[in-house]
């Protein structure tokens, strides 16, 4: 069989192979090293480790701060970028950029912000001390920083298909006799909703992979505010090489699952419009 | 009336896109608006559907004022050039949107969606989605959905912008079919003539934010008031001529076909000829009408039915043609032949041919052409380059003369120039003005225009009439003016002595009537202002107030002109049109 079909466009042989090798030295290889350093281990010990409580109870916290995190950033950034996308106030153009600002930061600078600001003396955090409400050394913390540092991913995403859903639209439904908030459920919402799950996706998927940010709002207690890219790297401390991989394995593993998971509901999202219409 | 809209105005960054728009649509009326992209036509029927607010006027709906209703409950269906479909949704969910909306019970709604999906013929369709539907099919399920509330009013926006020909056609049909059968009053917005023909009760077209005529097709198509009209419905050459006692003279021959000629002294007028009221045969003789002249057969265009020629007119034949070609200095003179015609004397490019006009229609616009008139050959020739100047001609498709006076302002001297002045005269504005207008009113001019140098098009044309005799003659120039240029027109009322009451409500029943006048006789909306005191120093005292204005001045006697006038005029700062009409 040939990949080759006759097209405009010229350099399938070229950019193909380019693309295929390109991904396989970034990309695959590394995983794959990832994997074969893991199955060098003995089974029993690759379950030991990745079933240590310590181990599971940062899978929780990694994997339960980043949903939680992504769910929230879709909310807001929602909002951010309908802010961004429709209106013209002064100062819009700064808002704009600032929302990438978590993206050039480096995640450790937005750590020791975050404390600054929330630790039991910070600005912040000195208020919500008495209220009962610990931010530093807790989830919380971790959730916020899990947050900042992947809200940009979310408006980016959502933005562009925001300025897209054409006016024309909701004028329609406006003089169809539909209020506000039925042409936000009814028409924007339908229409930006696979650009919300992509926001989803990849805001959940930066924040899985922070490391830098949260160790220093997390106090890394075993067991409480311990995320897994920490662990990986006490055991990489402890020239625990094999540990360290069988726990970026399972992590690898998880991720996959997730975003597998949510691919196939934006499919089925999509089939089910086609099967409608049978 | 189903529509009604009075004195609409909207602008946009201070330029206004609907000008002063009064309109009445009927019951059941089919009414499209017609225009040129950029004339405000959609925007005004945004406004009739509530999507974007006036900025002055009102708009009723079926005797409800609507001004500040929101779109949602004014209760009109809006079809949209790109279909606006719910692309999420099926032709059923679509259609239903308005009826969910208003919560009305599924058995009911399924009722109606099939009643309305049989009335624009896309039976069965149901579950599809919009992307499943061809272009046509999808603009139809648009029309259901907006007719779905069995709103009071159709409005559709170039509903056939995005089809092909054919498609069109059909469309078209069934629109029309659908408006019948409802008897739903519809407003349709489009650029093309032909579906305007095709479609309407009636046509209002439109030309830079203001409606500038309304009447049945046939109507405007035969018998246009203003050149942008008679242009932009069908073909037409357009000739200066001149309206004498006679009758209409085009090329210094007299028209029969003409329309009545009225009294009064000649003078110049534009003549509409219709590219199918030209007749060209191979004499003389052999004509059926009245002979203009003989010409050379410059191209010879063959479109099935009709036959299209380009006749360029011998240079003995003095009827200059404004515009009629595709370029200035290319006039050539356009002419349709049924097939029945072209079959009986067949031409070819190169031949020699003898023209004849079966009906020539004149314009009763009062601005026919200019005359830049100047001391010297150089100072006419820069005048007549004046941008404000040349803005006008461009958009009044006219021409500009020009016209050496060596004396012009020294008192008592004569014409030297051969001939009456015609059309507009238009003089520069420098240093001793009101002794040269005088001079030049007092020698015949019956329109001039005083023009500054660096004057540029006008935001706001103020208006005033020295006496009643020249009130009419007023109101038509500024109707001819302000169908050109996108300006408020404001009529100022001035009073002498100081205001009491007895005074004010007699100045403003006068701004009553003068405005009732300009709407009804001239098509012109304007707004009115009352003021009290010396003509000339109140005048020079609003124009001064903002920048970019310009006055149109009717007077009918010269008698204390140069006095009233001399600082006015001298200042040399604004454009001043100075219509005579009425004079002994």
Same mark, same amino acid.
């Given at each position: 069989?040939?990949? +080759?079909?006759?097209?405009v466009l010229?350099?399938?042989g070229?950019?193909?192979?380019?693309?295929?090798?390109?991904?396989?030295?970034? !990309?695959? &290889?590394?995983?794959?090293?990832?994997?074969?350093?893991?199955?060098?281990?003995?089974?029993?010990?690759?379950?030991?480790? %990745?079933?240590?409580p310590?181990?599971?109870?940062s899978y929780?916290?990694?994997?339960?701060?980043?949903?939680?995190?992504?769910?929230?950033n879709?909310?807001?950034?929602?909002?951010?970028?309908?802010?961004?996308?429709?209106y013209?106030?002064?100062?819009?153009?700064?808002?704009?950029?600032?929302?990438?600002?978590?993206?050039?930061?480096?995640?450790?600078?937005?750590?020791?912000?975050?404390?600054?600001?929330?630790a039991q003396?910070?600005?912040?955090?000195?208020?919500?001390?008495p209220?009962g409400?610990?931010?530093?050394?807790t989830?919380?913390?971790?959730?916020?920083?899990?947050?900042?540092?992947?809200?940009p991913?979310?408006?980016?995403?959502?933005?562009?298909?925001?300025?897209?859903?054409?006016?024309?639209?909701?004028?329609?439904a406006e003089?169809?006799?539909a209020?506000?908030? *039925?042409?936000?459920?009814?028409?924007?919402?339908p229409?930006?909703?696979?650009?919300?799950?992509?926001?989803?996706?990849?805001?959940?998927?930066r924040?899985?992979?922070?490391?830098?940010? !949260?160790?220093?709002?997390?106090g890394?207690?075993?067991?409480?505010?311990?995320?897994?890219?920490?662990?990986?790297?006490?055991h990489? =401390? =402890?020239?625990?090489?094999?540990?360290?991989?069988?726990?970026?394995?399972?992590m690898?593993?998880i991720?996959?699952?997730?975003?597998?998971?949510?691919?196939? &509901?934006?499919?089925?999202?999509?089939?089910?419009?086609v099967?409608?219409?049978? | 009336?189903?529509?009604?809209?009075?004195? !609409?105005?909207?602008?946009?960054?201070?330029?206004?896109?609907?000008?002063? %728009?009064?309109?009445?649509?009927?019951?059941?009326?089919?009414?499209?608006?017609?225009?040129?992209?950029?004339?405000?036509?959609?925007t005004l029927?945004?406004?009739?559907?509530?999507?974007?607010?006036?900025?002055?006027?009102?708009?009723?709906?079926?005797?409800?004022?609507?001004?500040?209703?929101?779109?949602?409950?004014?209760?009109?269906?809006?079809?949209?050039?790109?279909?606006?479909?719910f692309?999420?949704?099926?032709?059923?969910?679509?259609?239903?949107?308005a009826?969910?909306?208003?919560?009305?019970?599924g +058995?009911?709604?399924?009722?109606?969606?099939? $009643?309305?999906?049989?009335?624009?013929?896309?039976?069965?369709?149901?579950?599809?989605?919009?992307?499943?539907?061809?272009?046509?099919?999808?603009?139809?399920?648009?029309?259901?959905?907006?007719?779905?509330?069995?709103?009071?009013?159709?409005?559709?926006?170039?509903?056939?912008?995005?089809?092909?020909?054919?498609?069109?056609?059909?469309?078209?049909?069934?629109?029309?079919?659908?408006?019948?059968?409802?008897?739903?009053?519809?407003?349709?917005?489009?650029?093309?003539?032909?579906e305007?023909?095709?479609? @309407?009760?009636?046509?209002?077209?439109?030309?830079?934010?203001?409606?500038?005529?309304?009447g049945?097709?046939?109507?405007?198509?035969?018998?246009?008031?203003?050149?942008?009209? @008679?242009?932009?419905?069908?073909?037409?050459?357009?000739?200066?001529?001149r309206?004498?006692?006679?009758?209409?003279?085009?090329?210094?021959?007299?028209?029969?076909?003409?329309?009545?000629?009225?009294?009064?002294?000649?003078?110049?007028?534009?003549?509409?000829?219709?590219?199918?009221?030209? $007749?060209?045969?191979?004499?003389?003789?052999a &004509?059926?009408?009245?002979?203009?002249?003989?010409?050379? !057969?410059?191209?010879?265009?063959?479109?099935?039915?009709?036959?299209?020629?380009?006749?360029?007119?011998?240079?003995?034949?003095?009827?200059?043609?404004?515009?009629?070609?595709?370029?200035?200095g290319?006039?050539?003179?356009?002419?349709?032949r049924t097939?029945?015609? *072209?079959?009986?004397?067949?031409?070819?490019?190169?031949?020699?041919?003898?023209?004849?006009?079966?009906?020539?229609?004149?314009?009763?616009?009062?601005?026919?052409?200019?005359?830049?008139?100047?001391?010297?050959?150089p100072?006419?020739?820069?005048?007549?380059?004046?941008?404000? &100047?040349?803005?006008?001609?461009?958009?009044?498709?006219?021409?500009?003369?020009?016209?050496?006076?060596?004396?012009?302002?020294?008192?008592?001297e004569?014409c030297?120039?051969?001939?009456?002045?015609?059309?507009?005269?238009?003089?520069?504005?420098?240093?001793?003005?009101v002794?040269?207008?005088?001079?030049?009113?007092?020698?015949?001019?019956?329109d001039?225009?005083?023009?500054?140098?660096?004057?540029?098009?006008?935001?706001?044309?103020?208006?005033?009439?020295?006496?009643?005799?020249?009130?009419?003659?007023?109101?038509?120039v500024? @109707?001819?003016?302000? +169908?050109?240029?996108?300006?408020?027109a404001?009529?100022?009322?001035?009073?002498p002595?100081?205001?009491?009451?007895?005074?004010?409500?007699?100045?403003?029943? =006068?701004?009553?009537?003068?405005?009732?006048?300009?709407?009804?006789?001239?098509?012109?909306?304007?707004?009115t202002?009352?003021?009290?005191?010396?003509?000339?120093?109140?005048?020079?005292?609003?124009?001064?107030?903002?920048?970019?204005?310009?006055?149109?001045?009717?007077i009918s $006697?010269?008698?204390?002109?140069?006095?009233?006038?001399?600082?006015?005029?001298?200042?040399?700062?604004?454009?001043?049109?100075?219509?005579?009409?009425?004079?002994?």
């Amino acid at each position: 069989m040939s990949f +080759r079909k006759p097209s405009v466009l010229p350099g399938f042989g070229l950019t193909f192979g380019f693309t295929t090798c390109f991904l396989s030295t970034i !990309v695959l &290889l590394p995983l794959a090293a990832l994997v074969l350093s893991a199955a060098s281990m003995h089974w029993s010990d690759f379950v030991r480790v %990745v079933s240590s409580p310590r181990a599971l109870g940062s899978y929780r916290l990694s994997f339960g701060a980043s949903l939680l995190a992504a769910t929230i950033n879709v909310v807001f950034g929602f909002i951010i970028a309908w802010t961004l996308a429709r209106y013209e106030f002064p100062g819009r153009k700064i808002i704009d950029a600032l929302i990438d600002m978590p993206f050039a930061l480096p995640t450790a600078v937005s750590g020791i912000a975050l404390t600054t600001v929330f630790a039991q003396n910070g600005w912040i955090g000195r208020y919500l001390e008495p209220l009962g409400v610990k931010v530093a050394y807790t989830w919380l913390g971790v959730t916020l920083a899990l947050t900042l540092i992947s809200m940009p991913f979310a408006v980016r995403a959502v933005q562009p298909a925001l300025q897209e859903v054409q006016r024309d639209l909701e004028e329609a439904a406006e003089t169809l006799g539909a209020g506000r908030m *039925y042409v936000l459920w009814r028409i924007i919402l339908p229409t930006v909703l696979p650009a919300l799950l992509t926001g989803f996706t990849l805001a959940f998927a930066r924040a899985v992979g922070e490391y830098g940010s !949260v160790i220093f709002i997390a106090g890394n207690l075993p067991m409480k505010t311990e995320i897994t890219p920490l662990l990986i790297v006490i055991h990489l =401390e =402890e020239f625990d090489y094999q540990g360290a991989a069988a726990l970026g394995v399972v992590m690898l593993g998880i991720s996959f699952v997730i975003l597998l998971a949510i691919n196939l &509901l934006q499919a089925w999202g999509r089939r089910r419009h086609v099967r409608a219409a049978h | 009336m189903s529509i009604t809209l009075d004195q !609409v105005t909207k602008h946009y960054g201070g330029v206004p896109v609907v000008n002063d %728009v009064s309109l009445d649509i009927g019951d059941g009326e089919f009414f499209v608006l017609l225009g040129p992209s950029g004339s405000g036509k959609s925007t005004l029927l945004r406004a009739i559907a509530g999507l974007s607010g006036v900025d002055h006027g009102r708009i009723s709906l079926h005797g409800r004022d609507v001004t500040h209703v929101a779109a949602r409950k004014r209760g009109v269906g809006l079809v949209f050039q790109n279909y606006a479909l719910f692309r999420h949704m099926t032709v059923a969910d679509n259609i239903e949107f308005a009826l969910r909306v208003r919560h009305m019970r599924g +058995r009911a709604r399924r009722q109606r969606r099939a $009643e309305l999906l049989r009335l624009v013929s896309l039976e069965g369709m149901d579950h599809r989605l919009p992307a499943q539907l061809s272009g046509g099919q999808q603009q139809r399920v648009a029309v259901a959905r907006a007719l779905a509330h069995k709103p009071e009013v159709l409005l559709l926006d170039e509903p056939f912008g995005a089809l092909d020909a054919k498609i069109r056609e059909e469309l078209r049909r069934t629109i029309r079919q659908v408006q019948r059968e409802l008897g739903i009053t519809t407003v349709l917005v489009t650029h093309d003539q032909e579906e305007a023909f095709a479609m @309407a009760d009636r046509i209002g077209i439109m030309s830079q934010g203001r409606l500038l005529e309304v009447g049945a097709p046939h109507d405007l198509y035969a018998r246009p008031a203003t050149r942008f009209v @008679a242009t932009f419905l069908g073909a037409a050459n357009l000739f200066l001529a001149r309206r004498t006692p006679d009758g209409i003279q085009v090329g210094g021959k007299t028209m029969g076909g003409a329309e009545r000629a009225a009294g009064g002294p000649e003078h110049e007028v534009v003549a509409v000829v219709r590219p199918e009221e030209v $007749e060209v045969a191979p004499a003389r003789d052999a &004509l059926g009408s009245r002979y203009l002249g003989n010409g050379v !057969v410059d191209e010879v265009t063959f479109t099935g039915a009709l036959e299209r020629l380009r006749v360029r007119l011998d240079e003995a034949v003095h009827a200059p043609l404004l515009a009629a070609g595709d370029g200035d200095g290319r006039s050539t003179l356009q002419v349709t032949r049924t097939r029945h015609a *072209y079959r009986g004397f067949e031409v070819h490019q190169g031949q020699s041919v003898a023209v004849g006009l079966r009906r020539v229609h004149v314009l009763p616009t009062p601005l026919s052409s200019f005359t830049a008139c100047a001391q010297s050959a150089p100072l006419a020739d820069e005048l007549s380059r004046q941008p404000l &100047l040349t803005e006008l001609v461009a958009r009044m498709k006219t021409r500009i003369a020009v016209r050496i006076e060596p004396s012009l302002g020294v008192a008592e001297e004569p014409c030297q120039a051969q001939g009456e002045f015609f059309g507009t005269t238009v003089s520069a504005a420098a240093g001793d003005n009101v002794r040269r207008a005088e001079w030049l009113l007092r020698r015949g001019v019956k329109d001039l225009l005083v023009l500054p140098e660096h004057a540029a098009p006008p935001q706001r044309v103020l208006i005033h009439w020295m006496s009643e005799a020249a009130r009419s003659a007023t109101l038509a120039v500024s @109707a001819s003016v302000l +169908r050109h240029v996108p300006a408020e027109a404001v009529y100022v009322g001035i009073f002498p002595g100081s205001s009491d009451s007895e005074r004010h409500s007699h100045g403003m029943r =006068e701004l009553l009537d003068a405005r009732s006048e300009a709407q009804a006789a001239h098509g012109l909306e304007m707004r009115t202002e009352l003021h009290f005191g010396d003509v000339a120093q109140e005048l020079t005292r609003r124009l001064a107030e903002a920048p970019a204005q310009m006055l149109i001045l009717g007077i009918s $006697e010269l008698r204390q002109f140069a006095d009233s006038f001399r600082t006015l005029l001298d200042g040399g700062r604004w454009p001043v049109l100075i219509v005579q009409r009425g004079a002994t």
